[in-house]
């Protein structure tokens, strides 16, 4: 049977696929009380696609904390500037849920991120560069995950951008939330499939 996903995927294919971002509504928190607020709400959320950005740093010896973290669902975000933040109870509850799936892309170096702006035990995170390989897909880069799995690309172009910044821009917005909507995604498909072979 022939699979049902490529194993991988070339950058010029990659680049002939349309241009998505995320469609939904963005909430960007930028208090301790707005991040309480939405993240109390968020412990009803079985599952969150996830991220984080940091502010990079073009200086060595220089480092900064994780600037944002993004929690997405297929069509709400939500933006954690956590710089002006912190980690807020009920925050650090989410992450700490089993019973709350956070799916990201090779997450372990984000948790340990956030764990060094304020501790908590995490639980309930899935690798999607672990999770795929069960799907036959070697790719273990998200753009090239998303293309393979949901068959169009996402822009990459704020990576390096100032997360940090008084005000994120319509673009950086875009950006971090399209890069945890698309771990949802990848994740809400794969298993789809999942239970399509089961019920053959």
Request: negative net charge.
């Amino acid at each position: 049977m022939r699979p049902m996903f490529d194993s991988s995927i070339s950058k010029d294919n990659l680049n002939l696929l349309p241009l998505q971002k995320f469609p939904g509504d963005i909430h960007i928190l930028n208090t301790p009380a707005e991040a309480e607020a939405a993240a109390a709400s968020l412990l009803r959320e079985p599952l969150l696609g996830f991220d984080t950005e940091t502010r990079p740093s073009f200086t060595r010896g220089t480092s900064y904390s994780v600037s944002l973290l993004q929690l997405a669902t297929h069509d709400q975000a939500w933006l954690f500037r956590l710089h002006h933040t912190g980690l807020t109870p009920s925050l650090k509850e989410v992450l700490s849920s089993p019973d709350i799936l956070k799916i990201g892309n090779s997450p372990n170096q984000d948790v340990a991120g956030l764990r060094k702006v304020s501790a908590f035990e995490p639980g309930g995170f899935i690798d999607l560069q672990v999770f795929v390989n069960q799907f036959g897909i070697d790719d273990n880069a998200l753009a090239k995950i998303t293309g393979i799995v949901l068959g169009f690309r996402i822009s990459k172009a704020q990576q390096l951008s100032n997360w940090e910044a008084p005000v994120l821009n319509r673009s950086q917005q875009d950006y971090a939330s399209t890069d945890a909507w698309v771990c949802y995604e990848i994740y809400k498909k794969l298993t789809a499939v999942v239970d399509f072979r089961k019920n053959q």
